[in-house]
């Protein structure tokens, strides 16, 4: 099964800048897959905030990032990032990477999940 794993999360000062990365497992190819990323901080919900289609590189921002974080992918590196920039304290969460076939939110479920990144916007 395809497995997900995100990294580059840390601990940052407001205003600073992290870049995510999400690769997949050995033998998977990310070319045909959408490639999303959700955060969720404890006691809150979980909240959609990119997303980038397979095929047509459409992206999708929530409305509390966009301007700040920017998606893409490198087909040669199968690798989707979220560069993030002009982080806030309330952007502090587990950052996760999942897939849709070919779009963006395409299905009702995600297929795969990764485990997660901390990001800590603190001074």
């Known amino acids: 099964q395809l497995q997900l794993v995100e990294s580059g999360g840390g601990l940052v000062q407001p205003g600073g800048s992290l870049r995510l990365s999400c690769t997949a497992s050995a033998g998977y190819i990310l070319d045909y897959l959408a490639i999303a990323w959700f955060r969720q901080a404890p006691g809150k919900e979980r909240e959609a905030i990119s997303c980038?289609?397979?095929?047509?590189?459409?992206?999708y921002y929530s409305g509390s990032v966009k301007g700040r974080f920017t998606i893409s992918r490198d087909y040669v590196q199968n690798t989707a990032y979220l560069q993030m920039n002009s982080l806030k304290p309330e952007d502090t969460a587990t950052y996760y990477c999942a897939t849709y076939p070919i779009y963006c939110y395409s299905t009702d479920q995600v297929q795969y999940w990764g485990h997660g990144t901390q990001v800590t916007v603190s001074s």
């Open positions: 980038i289609n397979a095929t047509d590189s459409g992206t």
